[in-house]
């Protein structure tokens, strides 16, 4: 075993570049600038398919904030919902909770079934909305720029009116490109790019949250999970928390 270790780190194995030490990736890419271990702060978001969660292990790992499923589309609950948060909530770690967008449903009504599950409580991150192009067979649907902004407006107003927070929008690059979600304004953006800086990915648009792997490797995690940064120093993530927090 040693000689394979040895040999491993011979031919460029061990720790990824790129990937903060305290945290691991299955399939990293192969990070050489820009790189998310350049950022300080760094988090996880989870649903029912990481299964149960040792959450304190995740917060002594280093893991700053969690983001978890609460809902998708206007009538599917995540079973692990609040497993979840009261885990997460106990061990100390900074919590929020998203809603995975269907296109097939209004967004008011999307967001009263968020609501629903997931209502205001003290303490907590913005609510975030889960905005990109699904895979089901039950939700094919893909509307014209102008429809998915007016769907999705409908959805952040419904939630800012109940919340009193300005909600974070997460998206991918294609979909950013496609509709445009530059236009719906000053909102914390959460961008996935696990192939580059989203500075390389989405151009020089402004970004709160960096989503750049799926497939990090957490203590107290089972199997792979999404891995985050925030953009901005320690001192940064606490006034940002401060003025975030419900």
């Known amino acids: ?123 907590t991150l913005p609510p975030v909305l889960d905005i990109e192009w699904t895979q089901s067979r039950n939700c094919p649907s893909r509307p014209d720029p102008e429809t998915v902004r007016a769907e999705a407006q409908a959805f952040l107003d419904t939630v800012t009116l109940a919340w009193g927070k300005t909600p974070i929008i997460y998206t991918t690059v294609d979909f950013w490109e496609e509709n445009e979600l530059w236009r719906l304004g000053n909102y914390p953006f959460w961008l996935r790019s696990v192939a580059g800086h989203p500075h390389d990915t989405f151009g020089h648009r402004g970004w709160t949250f960096w989503q750049y792997t799926g497939t990090g490797l957490v203590p107290g995690v089972r199997g792979q999970v999404d891995l985050n940064a925030f953009a901005g120093s320690e001192g940064a993530w606490q006034a940002w928390l401060a003025a975030a927090t419900l």
Not at 10 to 32: L, T
Not at 85 to 94: D, L, R, V, Y
Not at 108 to 119: D, I, K, T, V
């Open 1 to 123: 075993m040693a000689i394979t270790a040895a040999a491993l780190a011979g031919c460029g194995g061990g720790h990824p570049r790129g990937i903060p030490s305290r945290f691991d990736d299955a399939d990293p890419y192969a990070w050489r600038q820009n790189a998310p271990d350049t950022y300080p702060v760094h988090g996880i978001d989870v649903s029912r398919w990481q299964g149960a969660i040792d959450w304190r292990r995740v917060a002594g790992s280093g893991v700053s904030f969690a983001f978890i499923k609460a809902t998708e589309g206007g009538d599917v609950a995540d079973p692990l919902f609040a497993h979840h948060w009261q885990g997460a909530a106990a061990a100390g770690i900074p919590t929020g909770a998203y809603h995975f967008y269907y296109h097939c449903r209004g967004g008011a009504e999307q967001a009263r079934w968020f609501l629903e599950n997931a209502p205001p409580r003290a303490g």
